[in-house]
């Protein structure tokens, strides 16, 4: 049954159950959104469109606001009180009224029965860590954010950073997302990454749902997660090539060896993770589209054509006007990965996207062999240790 279908079901249930003056539905979810960049403004716009119509659900949608103070001497949760338009992050947009917008994080959660986390994923343990004993038993959470941290013991997802350190069971939805094109209603898809109970990643995929944004779940939060953070420093590469102006069949060669060396990473990282998850939106799709049209893409085509003497800090703040890149960071964190292991030459297309995001290699290196820089045809190598 669609989740439409189950909310008719739903409704028409309680219609009757209220005219028998006996409530079957009981739980009303409330949903808090933590973040409210480019993608948290478009994720509560989604959610607040369904909440409306789902009865399942409180109407309002709380949404923590990093706080900030506009040009206009104005702060920006205030603007976006009032006008239903966060103005700096997601300008043009009518979030929905049911969108409230909070600064105060603690507050933003305590009534909160569903928490979606979306954040650059930097600032994820800071706001792990303030939330702990300030949510409510029951929570269950889920993270958009395309990301993770390194541990001595090896990677932690920032699913996982939330899992352990609220104590909540955290599904994870990625896929071929950018937030400006679901803003305006374009047709998207997306992937819902859960770990053992269906029933809860159903319920995420109710709350996303629309007729232009298409959501289904899979068994695989590692492979889901993994596949959405990847695919970031595949990213950088297709923008140096376009930098470059090296056209679209060695921008489409930088894709193909990204994609194995995410499956490989992703495999060895974790057991678990599922071919099958490559082919869906969170895999070849957002890869895909990041690749074409996203920022990570954007500003590394500047740093190139800058010959790398701009830093991606400098463009990233010229460009992007307080969003964040996330590809350069996770390209640092892989390395720190694969050195740990000894395995840079096993994956030369992620080695050499950080050595040149921190100036070590000339962004030209991304296409060049020699016996100096990391040998892509190495690629088929990580392919055989899985
Ligand atoms: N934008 C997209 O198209 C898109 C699509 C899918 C997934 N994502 C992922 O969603 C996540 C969030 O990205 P976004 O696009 O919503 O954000 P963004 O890059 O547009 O905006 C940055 C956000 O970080 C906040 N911020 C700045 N300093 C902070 C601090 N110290 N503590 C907490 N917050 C701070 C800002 O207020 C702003 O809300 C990322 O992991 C990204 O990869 C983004
Ligand atoms: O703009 P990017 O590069 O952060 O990518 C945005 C989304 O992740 C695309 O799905």
Same mark, same amino acid.
């Given at each position: 049954?669609?989740?439409?279908?189950?909310?008719?079901?739903?409704?028409?249930?309680?219609?009757?159950?209220?005219?028998?003056?006996?409530?079957?539905?009981?739980?009303?979810?409330?949903?808090? /959104?933590?973040?409210?960049?480019? !993608?948290?403004?478009?994720?509560?716009?989604?959610?607040?469109?369904?909440?409306?119509?789902?009865?399942?659900?409180?109407?309002? +949608?709380?949404? !923590?606001?990093?706080?900030?103070?506009?040009?206009?001497?104005?702060?920006?949760?205030?603007?976006?009180?009032?006008?239903?338009?966060?103005?700096?992050?997601?300008?043009?947009?009518?979030?929905?009224?049911? +969108?409230?917008?909070?600064?105060?994080?603690?507050?933003?959660?305590?009534?909160?029965?569903?928490?979606?986390?979306?954040?650059?994923?930097?600032?994820?343990?800071?706001?792990?860590?303030?939330?702990?004993?300030?949510?409510?038993?029951?929570?269950?959470? #889920?993270?958009?954010?395309?990301?993770?941290?390194?541990?001595?013991?090896?990677?932690?997802?920032? &699913?996982?950073?939330?899992?352990?350190?609220?104590?909540?069971?955290?599904?994870? #939805?990625?896929?071929?997302?950018?937030?400006?094109?679901?803003?305006?209603?374009?047709?998207?898809?997306?992937?819902?990454?859960?770990?053992?109970?269906?029933?809860?990643?159903?319920? !995420?995929?109710?709350?996303?749902?629309?007729?232009?944004?298409?959501?289904?779940?899979?068994?695989? /939060?590692?492979?889901?997660?993994?596949?959405?953070? #990847?695919?970031?420093?595949?990213?950088?590469?297709?923008?140096?090539?376009?930098?470059?102006?090296?056209?679209?069949?060695?921008?489409?060669?930088?894709? =193909?060896?990204?994609? =194995?060396?995410?499956?490989?990473?992703?495999?060895?990282?974790?057991?678990? /993770?599922?071919?099958?998850?490559?082919?869906?939106?969170?895999?070849?799709?957002?890869?895909?589209?990041?690749?074409?049209?996203? =920022?990570?893409?954007? +500003?590394?085509?500047?740093?190139?054509?800058?010959?790398?003497?701009?830093?991606?800090?400098?463009?990233?703040?010229?460009?992007?006007?307080?969003?964040?890149?996330?590809?350069?960071?996770?390209?640092?964190? /892989?390395?720190? #990965?694969?050195?740990?292991?000894? !395995?840079?030459?096993?994956?030369?297309?992620?080695?050499? +996207?950080?050595?040149?995001?921190?100036? =070590?290699?000339?962004?030209?290196?991304?296409?060049?062999? &020699?016996?100096?820089?990391?040998?892509?045809?190495?690629?088929?190598?990580?392919?055989?240790?899985?």
């Amino acid at each position: 049954m669609t989740p439409a279908a189950q909310d008719q079901k739903l409704k028409g249930k309680e219609t009757i159950s209220e005219q028998n003056n006996n409530h079957e539905v009981s739980v009303k979810y409330r949903v808090t /959104v933590v973040g409210s960049g480019n !993608w948290g403004s478009v994720a509560s716009k989604l959610i607040a469109s369904n909440t409306l119509k789902l009865t399942s659900f409180h109407d309002e +949608v709380r949404m !923590w606001v990093y706080e900030e103070i506009l040009a206009t001497g104005e702060k920006l949760t205030d603007v976006i009180n009032q006008t239903n338009e966060n103005v700096k992050y997601l300008p043009g947009i009518k979030l929905g009224k049911n +969108v409230i917008a909070d600064p105060d994080l603690e507050h933003s959660v305590k009534d909160a029965n569903m928490l979606v986390f979306v954040t650059p994923h930097q600032f994820m343990e800071g706001i792990c860590k303030r939330l702990v004993g300030k949510i409510k038993g029951d929570v269950k959470a #889920l993270s958009l954010i395309k990301g993770m941290e390194v541990k001595m013991e090896g990677p932690c997802m920032i &699913s996982t950073l939330i899992s352990e350190q609220l104590g909540v069971n955290c599904c994870v #939805l990625m896929g071929a997302n950018i937030a400006n094109e679901i803003a305006v209603e374009k047709f998207s898809e997306a992937t819902v990454g859960y770990r053992e109970d269906k029933e809860i990643a159903q319920k !995420w995929v109710q709350l996303f749902s629309t007729p232009y944004f298409l959501v289904s779940a899979v068994q695989d /939060v590692e492979g889901v997660e993994l596949c959405g953070t #990847l695919k970031n420093v595949v990213a950088i590469a297709a923008g140096l090539v376009d930098g470059l102006e090296m056209g679209n069949n060695t921008k489409a060669a930088v894709m =193909r060896i990204g994609l =194995r060396e995410m499956k490989a990473f992703s495999k060895l990282m974790f057991s678990s /993770v599922k071919d099958s998850t490559f082919f869906e939106s969170c895999g070849v799709a957002d890869l895909i589209t990041t690749c074409l049209g996203g =920022r990570n893409r954007k +500003v590394a085509e500047a740093f190139a054509r800058s010959g790398g003497k701009r830093s991606f800090d400098e463009l990233e703040a010229e460009m992007l006007q307080g969003q964040k890149l996330q590809g350069v960071s996770t390209a640092r964190e /892989v390395y720190e #990965l694969l050195s740990q292991r000894g !395995w840079q030459e096993l994956f030369p297309l992620f080695t050499s +996207v950080h050595e040149i995001c921190i100036g =070590r290699l000339s962004p030209s290196a991304i296409v060049e062999y &020699s016996e100096h820089t990391p040998n892509f045809s190495l690629v088929e190598g990580s392919a055989q240790l899985i």
